[in-house]
């Protein structure tokens, strides 16, 4: 099963129709409790059980349950905060020594906030209020697996998260059902800051210099990949020094957009296939719909290219 999506919101919805959660700056993920053993997906039904041993530990409460299946978002917390860099190596770790390594230096949190079967019968179907019911009811509450408050006022969550310096709220219509893999109006994401998921189409060597210089992306679109400009800001250090060798091994003397893009752009770029998606922050998009000041942010080893689908609009 794939989880519901939100749509995104120019306002918090207001009225006695709508409840809102803080949104948390994670990886969405199902987590599936059958007979005491814990399985963990990604939203492309990925099984990532191996990368999160602290969730799957009996110490975080879950394994205690018959039968249960759970919507959530798994975040590391920084300084207070969720933090996506410390948690995007996270997905992709398939070795069970070095996913416990990362369990004691960044232990994550799954937020739970969603119950879609509990004790053999799905309840999907019902509205989101009876699922809540059911959710608070399930006494959920470790270090390690959170059921975080709802609120009826979104208007001052949204004015808390941003003085918090959180991303921003989820609201959702009361009597809702839940509809797995589909991006539905009943829920809504308000956010403080612009967040993207892009694919990397090629890169760039710094200037007089051999390391990662900066990132050409592109977004899908009906007729192939529409260049979004250039993202250089996050990517210093450590962070380059990791991804190039990647870069190299998907490099390809054909450039994957449907259109090239503007001279300037093109000087000194280096095409890869696009198989790599790349989470950034940025200020909007400017004219032909690139991005204003992209900031990387990470890999989104949890989906694909083909994930990310066509947009409705193209800018």
């Known amino acids: 099963m794939r989880p519901m999506l939100a749509t ?6 207001t009225g006695e129709d709508w409840r809102h959660e803080v949104k948390w700056d994670g990886m969405r993920a199902l987590l599936d409790v059958r007979d005491g053993a814990v399985r963990v997906t990604s939203r492309t039904e990925r099984d990532v059980t191996v990368a999160f041993p602290e969730i799957v530990a009996p110490a975080a409460g879950l394994t205690m349950y018959a039968d249960l299946l759970l919507d959530c978002e798994i975040v590391v917390m920084t300084a207070g905060r969720p ?14 020594q070095v996913a416990a390594a990362l369990a004691a230096s960044a232990p994550v949190t799954a937020i739970v906030f969603d119950v879609l079967r509990v004790m053999g019968r799905e309840v999907t179907t ?8 059911l959710l608070e009811g399930a006494g959920l509450g470790s270090r390690w697996v959170q059921v975080p408050p709802v609120f009826t006022d979104g208007v001052d969550l949204m004015e808390a998260t941003a003085a918090q310096g959180l991303e921003g709220v989820v609201s959702k219509r009361v009597g809702s059902i839940y509809r797995p893999g589909v991006r539905s109006e009943d829920w809504r994401k308000s956010v403080h800051r612009l967040r993207d998921s892009v694919i990397v189409v090629g890169w760039r060597p710094e200037t007089g210099g051999s390391a990662l210089g900066a ?4 977004s899908p679109s009906a007729d192939g990949l529409v260049f979004r400009g250039r993202v250089g800001s996050g990517l210093a250090g450590a962070t380059g020094a990791a991804l190039l060798p990647r870069l190299k091994a998907l490099e390809t003397d054909e450039c994957p957009l449907r259109e090239a893009p503007p001279r300037e752009d093109r000087v000194g770029t280096r095409w ?3 198989e ?8 909007g998009r400017g ?7 992209p900031t990387w942010q990470g890999l989104r080893t949890d989906f694909t290219p083909t994930d990310l689908g066509i947009p409705k609009e193209e800018g």
């Open 287 to 293: 004219d032909g719909g690139r991005l204003r000041q």
């Open 126 to 133: 019902r509205p989101w209020a009876q699922r809540r019911e």
């Open 215 to 218: 990132l050409l992306v592109a």
């Open 83 to 96: 933090s996506f860099g410390a948690l995007a190596e996270r997905f992709n770790v398939t070795g069970p």
């Open 8 to 13: 995104p919101a120019s306002r918090v919805p």
């Open 272 to 274: 890869v296939r696009p």
């Open 276 to 283: 790599l998606v790349a989470e950034v922050e940025h200020l």
